[in-house]
């Protein structure tokens, strides 16, 4: 049986650990779009050129030059025989349905849908009490609760200030979780309904997390 994954979780959860983790394990093409589309880029390949344009204008790629660029992928990934993995895309309904479509015009089916559930509280305790050593040399990283620095706000390696990044503040953090809570739960509720969902304790250590989905991809 086919592994053709796609993983899910809010930001901050581990998700592009778990997927490398993955793509190891099980030799899986790992599909991450916003690599993806800088690659196209890049490259300057006809999807890359008009991905350009966009990103040119200042506006979003729309979603089926996403999805061209994610089936030119699995192509590529049928050929050395492996099964895909997608990490980033779809973020919302209207994109599950139009990969649905695709791959159903592709001959091609999804097996899994992993999704990492954390507590929102927690995730935002975790990722707002980070601080970061101002030394770019050093670049330690310490959290208020979990390892915090000997000293207030003070590097305990060299001595540099700490500081918080702007993506780990409360408010943008608070931000992003809400959207991304908005915007998955149809998207959980969809394949839930095709039966293709699994949902994966992410309030745990990342080994454990690695093991359940192992558990699940393994039957
Ligand atoms: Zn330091």
Do not use: W
């Not at 994109?95 to 097996?111: V, Y």
């Not at 060299?158 to 739960?185: G, H, I, N, P």
């Not at 095709?194 to 359940?212: H, P, R, Y």
């Amino acid at each position: 049986m086919s592994k053709n994954t796609l993983l899910i979780g809010p930001p901050g959860a581990g998700k592009g650990t778990q997927a490398l983790y993955l793509a190891n394990k099980f030799n899986l093409a790992r599909i991450d779009t916003g690599t993806l589309i800088r690659q196209a880029i890049k490259e300057n390949n006809e999807l890359g050129q008009k991905a350009k344009s966009f990103v040119a204008e200042g506006k979003l790629i729309p979603d089926d030059l996403v999805l061209a660029l994610i089936v030119s992928e699995i192509k590529q990934a049928q050929i050395k025989e492996q099964d895909f993995l997608l990490d980033g895309f779809p973020r919302n309904l209207v994109q599950a349905e139009g990969l649905e479509e695709i791959l159903r015009a592709n001959n091609l089916s999804l097996d899994f849908v992993l999704c990492i559930e954390v507590d929102t509280n927690k995730l935002l305790e975790r990722i707002t009490g980070r601080r970061i050593c101002t030394n770019k040399d050093c670049n330690a990283v310490y959290h208020l609760k979990f390892s915090a620095p000997k000293k207030d706000n003070i590097c305990d390696l060299c001595d540099s200030q700490l500081y918080q990044r702007d993506d780990d503040k409360q408010e943008l953090v608070a931000s992003r979780l809400e959207t991304y809570k908005l915007e998955t739960l149809p998207l959980i509720n969809f394949y839930e309904q095709k039966k293709l969902l699994k949902t994966i304790n992410g309030d745990q250590e990342k080994e454990l997390v690695s093991a359940s989905i192992e558990r699940i991809l393994t039957i």
